[in-house]
């Protein structure tokens, strides 16, 4: 996506959250995520495997899944598995 702009995205962000209950793991997650796609050249899609994830943001393995589940649920994410030996891909989701 083109015009994904990362500071803007991270703003909106932080307005919804003054308005809106998120888990710990959800906003590390997503914070996570975020810094990981600007760091790769403003990308909104990006491959990592669970274990960077785990490792960045303090997550337990079940912990990440919960905070990735519901960051999907919300619309904030998509994921697509990866295969047996592939990380998942994750897409940011533009908020509005």
Request: proline share 3%; charged share 20%.
């Amino acid at each position: 996506m083109a015009n994904f702009n990362f500071h803007k995205e991270k703003n909106i962000f932080m307005d919804w959250l003054m308005m809106n209950r998120m888990s710990t793991g959800e906003i590390v997650l997503w914070h996570t995520l975020m810094n990981i796609g600007n760091r790769m050249g403003q990308k909104n899609q990006i491959n990592t495997p669970s274990s960077t994830l785990m490792s960045m943001t303090g997550l337990s393995k079940q912990g990440m899944y919960d905070a990735r589940k519901k960051l999907e649920k919300r619309g904030m994410i998509r994921v697509k598995q990866g295969s047996r030996n592939q990380s998942p891909i994750y897409e940011m989701v533009p908020l509005k």
